[in-house]
């Protein structure tokens, strides 16, 4: 029996080197708060992604609802419902009310084409989603922030080490969120940051994350406690070595998707972006039951039958989630709601064997009528 396939698995060093790296804590005993190697990692991390300032996490979640936090909004800010639920929870849980607007077709980003007519006199920000690492059209997003004078805070879970016309993806808005969850294409454990080239931002964001606290004495901010430790740091250090290959291994794997479906009618295949360097985080196939003769769901059975795990990412889009009772008209954004009722997320990692990868296409094909 051939060992299950789960949609992703995370990479990881050789214990060998994750000891070397940790192996100094134990003369430390410095096990959190901001030690060398959340400083040290603060520092590569800025240096990878090509980025003035990088605040460590616990997680991208809380990375994105101190960042949300940190500058004092108050009512509406435009998104989309086409994400993970951290993105909409951020804002409502900042008290924040979330206006959904809908995304485009081809990359299932944010339309920018959409986002004025959602303008109103509470709304105080924008935050767009890199949805798969698909870039949103930043440009368009700088021009209406400016017009309206809202700030712009992207969601670039999926976007580690990309970047857009040779500049990193995370200095574009006010602020970038990037996750480090062991599920994402750079893991430390769990993880994430904060990427942004404001000081007094900054400042704040380093004492939310640390229950508000400034020095020893002065309390700022309702803060949390969402400090990164420094075994996920020492994680985070050994990875951020491997990066390089890390994104290599998923391309092949990537390309072998994209070869096997293109051109085939009913299936809609993520397309590159001029000037993006993508970093192959997701596969995700877009099957259109009517031209292909199977659904989505079907084919989502057939891989289960083989022990091979797909996932709807993203279904049900976060607008229609039990939690917020109706309160959002699912209909306002109708492409989201459409592609989250077809799309299939295929297993992708670096060492997924390329015959599984071949396995998994043989299926879906056999699918095809
Ligand atoms: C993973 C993810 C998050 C949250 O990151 P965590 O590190 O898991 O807290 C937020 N937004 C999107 C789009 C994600 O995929």
Redesign the pocket.
Known sequence: MAESILVTRPSIPSLDEYIDEIRDLWETRWLTNMGAKHQALESQLADYLGTENVVLFV??????ELALQAMNLNGEVITTPY??A??TH?IVRNGLTPVFCDIDPMTFTIDPAKIERLITDRTCAILP?H?YGNICDVEEIARIARKYDLKVIY?A??AFGETYNGKGIGCFGDAS?F???S??VYNTI???CVCHNNAALGEALQDLKNFGIHGYEEVYGVGANAKMNEFCAAMGLCNLRHIDEEIHQRGLRFERYYERFEGIEGLQLKQPQPGVKYNYSYFPLVIEESLYGSSRNEIQDVLALHDINARKYFYPITSAFDCFHRRFDVLKTPVALHVSKRVLTLPLYADLPMDRVDQICDLILSCRK
């Open positions: 997680n991208g979640h809380m990375a994105l994400t993970f951290s993105t951020a989603v949805v969601d879970a999926h969120m996750s480090f969850h599920t994402k769990e993880g994430g």
